[in-house]
């Protein structure tokens, strides 16, 4: 058992074993093991495949029966694939709207939540309710107007366009994060800077931001990845290929008819996931523990 | 005090990520700059671009050229929302029927009097009519390919078939029968690529004189599916049906996705564009012997519906002159070698098309150029509402036919029917 | 999207000041605003706009100006057989993927719950999807489904389980391939909401029902099935309006194909509005799905409501 080292050792500990104090038979164990096994191959087996896949030259990929380990391995797919598209340029969209949405969201809207968590009025409720409903919109309904909009003020194929469209996108989901932090911050501590005459914003740089800084962590990193995989509105608002995030060129590796291009498509591919892959096992912790404060007393 | 120092960082980080990521367009300082948007995608081809583009921009310092690299999956979205948008290139690579509702809705310049007259005469009428709407044109037709078969020569030659050549092609029944001739032990005579079998089917149904498009005397536009039009759809779906000569699995496969199952000599012939051949010479195994045989011919020979590849000029754009004077020079007969030999295909100006380079036999380039007379306007591509009717309509019903789930009846009731109220939509 | 909009509810109210009536509290304007104005601009304005779009003939292109049209595009809509037809596969689709999401997603769940060999593998595997842009998981799908190139042929040939297929391209197979990649995709949100809610179950309530005798599906139905009725309800009602919504995966599996079998809604407006430039219809196929989401979403509530009244 080499749980030891990893982060979920805690919950292992307290939750696993001793939680219910019951010990299921042998057979029982036996069997739920086999049926994790089961779920660790579904889930697994097709990042493998696209693993592999990035690796195989031409001709193995033509074969009639190909193999999980690549007979000749070969980086030439991943040196293709930044050839044949803009793939660097793709990702420096990437990282800058992502980036920028991540930070301006998390900037706007930790004072709205802020409002949202600490005082009761009609505006509150109906951030609220706008937060429940906008996850229910259909894009379509929203990008045609959006896309109208958007031309009029020649945000079009613009990369400040498309971070405020990322903003408003994640907005709903970064109050709802961000008013459970703000209500976790004990009040009385900004009772005290009032008293002491500071004022609402003053209160909420100097004395709450500080309590809040792992939620607005954890909140920018997720707006980041909404951010970094997003494709509908990349697809419709983005034009130019110099202009277009990862998600949308990668699409192009897909080609006309019969133009599928598999190795530098999965080289590609590969490259564009590790960033998330990354920055989510940062949080994963947060994400099975801090984020769900609200569900999980822990 | 402090709160305005709060505001000001946060006005200055807003204002920082709009100016800072925006790059806007190009200043103009008395020089032109055009954005050329090309949708070349195999590494030659951009290459040949490319070159060209460098080319013209060290002889015109004053109209730069700018490549801007587009793909051909997405390009008729793309461009819609590009016009829209208002952020349209000004030099525009597309397909001929791809461009109707682009014509029809203004977005497309009219060329009439935009082209010298050498490259309108270097190309023949029949295919400017490929870009001809209404009145104007709005697109150089350039580069186009034939459909052809490609053949596992072994396989060919152990049955004892008679070869096919464009001077004595193939009848639709004796294609049939020579299929099934070569089918048996797991093998199919032919793998037909239908991932999108509209165009396929109503190229080659020229041959057999089927139109499926009229134009009534009122200008409108309705569909019918007469016995010429039955010719190939009932071939194909015979070959895959009661047959068993043609590979069911590859109906809804694109032309690619066939290529091992054909190195593995699963398949004896594969129907698809000229342009094919590169793909094969680059991926085939070694030893393994191919060749081009012209498509089976009909009542009409061996014509061919086909969309050429063509460049036209954005009306939105300030430098339109320029912009058709950049086409000229790309479009010089030397110049469409390069692009031919780069994509494979065949060039539409007349003297290009006379290049020794495209008529020598190694890899079969005699045999497609043989082919470029019976290459003419697909009937149904200045329709508008083509697209939709495509789409929505014609690639499921025949999808469908093709694959054995309805018949010739339901095909004929929907391609018409349904069809013919698309259509309307668009006629209104 | 997201998951703690599943399962996070607001923290125990705290007794609030007051300030009820008023909009907003004097002073916390300027808190509000940077917030408020995008999400007005590009949001709350931007649906309004879609609504009225509805009811005209908005088209790309030039030629034609825009016309108020009334409830046409709605009559147009009642007549398309298609579009219909393409809803009527949104739902399968919605049904197929949001039903068997959850059941295994329950199942992995209570196993991850459990102190198994793996446990902690399981857990890192189980993020990979969720960590994937759509579009990747579509590509990665679409060469694990290649017919000749794939894995999984070549694994049913291995088995002697026949030929293998062209399971994306297949009339009869695309959509159930699709729906496998939606499960698969949406897994691990549903999975983690789930963990938590169970390990929100106090324990005693466990220990309690072992004592009584009941077998584990007896203590499943008393104790842990009560307890995660909540959490259960709420992400399998935003899983099945996301479902209902998807578009990346569709659009690089099948973009709609074979034959309009995978067109899903969401596909069918994208390409009435930006393919065929048809703005107005498009936004009235949008305001339909709204409509119907609506209905479920209240459905759904009423359901909440009254499972609460029960307990």
């Known amino acids: ?298 | ?428 | 999207m997201t998951l703690a909009t599943a399962t996070k509810r607001p923290v125990k109210r705290v007794s609030e000041p007051p300030g009820r009536g008023r909009l907003v509290d004097h002073g916390a304007w300027f808190l509000v605003l940077p917030a408020l104005i995008p999400i007005l601009v590009l949001s709350v304005g931007p649906l309004l706009y879609g609504i009225a779009l509805s009811f005209t003939d908005a088209q790309a292109g030039r030629t034609a100006p825009t016309r108020w049209v009334g409830a046409l595009n709605f009559q147009d809509l009642l007549h398309d057989t298609l579009f219909w037809e393409s809803f009527r596969i949104g739902l399968l689709w919605a049904v197929g993927v949001t039903v068997p999401q959850f059941l295994l997603a329950l199942g992995l769940a209570l196993l991850l719950n459990q102190n198994l060999r793996f446990r902690w593998l399981a857990r890192a595997l189980a993020i990979i999807p969720w960590a994937m842009p759509e579009v990747v998981v579509g590509i990665m799908w679409r060469l694990v489904y290649h017919p000749d190139a794939g894995i999984l042929n070549e694994t049913l040939r291995d088995l002697g389980l026949g030929d293998g297929r062209d399971w994306l391209t297949g009339l009869a197979t695309a959509l159930p391939a699709v729906i496998v990649v939606g499960v698969w995709a949406g897994m691990p949100q549903t999975t983690v909401a789930l963990l938590a809610g169970l390990q929100n179950t106090p324990p005693e309530l466990h220990e309690a029902a072992a004592l009584d005798g009941a077998g584990a599906w007896g203590r499943f139905r008393a104790v842990t099935w009560p307890a995660l009725k909540p959490v259960a309800l709420a992400i399998t009602a935003l899983n099945f309006i996301w479902n209902f919504n998807a578009f990346a995966l569709v659009y690089v599996l099948t973009n709609g194909g074979p034959g309009g079998r995978t067109r899903l809604p969401m596909l069918f407006a994208y390409e009435e509005a930006f393919r065929y430039g048809q703005f107005g219809y498009a936004a009235a196929m949008g305001c339909g799905m709204v409509a119907v989401i609506s209905v479920i979403l209240a459905f759904h509530l009423v359901g909440r409501l009254k499972g609460g009244d029960e307990q």
């Open chain 1, 1 to 298: 058992m080499s749980r030891t080292r990893t982060h979920t050792r805690t919950h292992t500990r307290t939750r696993g074993r001793t939680r219910t104090g019951i010990r299921p038979s042998r057979p029982a164990r036996a069997g739920q093991s086999l049926a994790l096994l089961a779920y660790l191959v579904f889930l697994a087996f097709p990042f493998l495949w696209l693993i592999s896949t990035a690796f195989k030259p031409p001709r193995e990929l033509a074969s009639l029966h190909p193999t999980w380990i690549p007979k000749d391995p070969t980086l030439a797919n991943f040196r293709q694939a930044f050839d044949e598209q803009p793939l660097l340029r793709a990702a420096v969209n990437s990282v800058l709207v992502a980036l920028s949405a991540a930070l301006v969201a998390v900037l706007v809207a930790t004072p709205m939540a802020y409002v949202m968590a600490r005082h009761r009025s009609l505006l509150s409720r109906a951030a609220t309710g706008w937060v429940v409903i906008s996850q229910a919109f259909p894009f379509v309904l929203l990008i045609i107007p959006l896309f109208l909009i958007l031309k009029n003020l020649h945000l079009i194929n613009s990369l400040p366009g498309l971070t405020l469209v990322y903003v408003v996108w994640s907005l709903p989901f970064a109050l709802w994060m961000l008013v459970g932090y703000v209500r976790a911050v004990p009040r009385e501590l900004e009772e005290a800077a009032a008293v002491d005459g500071a004022g609402k914003l003053r209160t909420l740089v100097s004395v709450t931001a500080p309590l809040l800084a792992p939620g607005l962590v954890a909140t920018a990193l997720f707006a980041f990845i909404t951010a970094w995989n997003e494709f509908f509105f990349a697809l419709v608002l983005m034009k130019t290929p110099e202009r277009q995030t990862l998600p949308v060129v990668l699409t192009h590796f897909l080609g006309a008819e019969g133009v599928a291009d598999l190795g530098p498509l999965a080289a590609a591919a590969f490259l564009a996931t590790l960033p998330s892959l990354v920055i989510f096992a940062l949080i994963q912790r947060r994400l099975t523990g801090g984020i769900l404060a609200g569900a999980v007393k822990s």
């Open chain 2, 1 to 428: 005090m402090r709160r305005v120092r709060a505001w000001a960082a946060v006005a200055a980080a807003v204002a920082l990520l709009l100016t800072g990521c925006s790059s806007g367009k190009t200043v103009d300082d008395g020089k032109v700059t055009l954005e050329f948007q090309s949708l070349a995608w195999q590494k030659e081809s951009v290459d040949a671009n490319k070159q060209l583009v460098k080319e013209w921009n060290a002889a015109h310092p004053d109209i730069q050229v700018k490549y801007v690299q587009g793909s051909w999956d997405s390009v008729h979205d793309q461009l819609l929302t590009s016009f829209e948008g208002g952020e349209a290139p000004d030099v525009i690579h597309d397909a001929s029927d791809d461009l109707a509702d682009f014509a029809y809705g203004g977005y497309l310049a009219d060329l009439r009097d935009l082209l010298p007259a050498r490259l309108k005469s270097g190309i023949p009428q029949r295919s400017w009519e490929t870009t001809t709407f209404g009145d104007g044109v709005y697109g150089v037709p350039f580069l186009q390919e034939p459909r052809v078969l490609v053949a596992n020569a072994k396989i060919l030659r152990a049955a004892g078939v008679r070869i096919p050549t464009p001077a004595k092609p193939w009848s639709w029944e004796e294609f049939r029968s020579v299929t099934k001739k070569l089918s048996g032990g797991g093998r199919f005579g032919v793998a037909w690529p239908l991932k999108e079998p509209v165009s396929a089917t109503l190229n080659l149904s020229l041959s057999a004189g089927g139109r499926m498009f009229h134009r009534g005397a009122d200008g409108k536009v309705t569909v019918r599916f007469d016995a010429a039009d039955a010719v190939v759809p009932r071939t194909v779906h015979d070959q895959a049906g009661p047959d068993g000569s043609a590979s069911g699995a590859t109906l809804g496969m694109s032309g690619s996705d066939t290529l091992p199952g054909f190195f593995a000599g699963k398949y004896a012939m594969v129907p698809l564009g000229f342009s094919y051949r590169q793909q094969i010479v680059q991926q085939a195994p070694k030893g393994f012997e191919w060749q081009v045989l012209p498509a089976p011919a009909g009542r009409d020979g061996l014509a061919q519906g086909v969309s050429p590849q063509t460049l036209s000029v954005a009306q939105d754009s300030p430098h339109k002159k320029e912009a058709a004077q950049f086409i000229d020079f790309l479009l010089r007969p030397r110049n469409m070698v390069r692009l031919a030999l780069g994509d494979w295909m065949l060039p539409t100006g007349t003297q290009a098309l006379k290049d020794p380079a495209l008529r020598t036999t190694k890899n079969d380039w005699a045999t497609g150029t043989a082919l470029a007379g019976g290459l003419r306007s697909a009937p149904a591509q200045s329709v508008r509402g083509y697209p939709e009717w495509k789409d929505k309509v014609a690639t499921p019903a025949l999808q469908e036919y093709y694959s054995g789930s309805i018949g010739l009846g339901e095909l004929r009731k929907r391609l018409v029917r349904d069809g013919n109220l698309v259509l309307a939509r668009y006629q209104r």
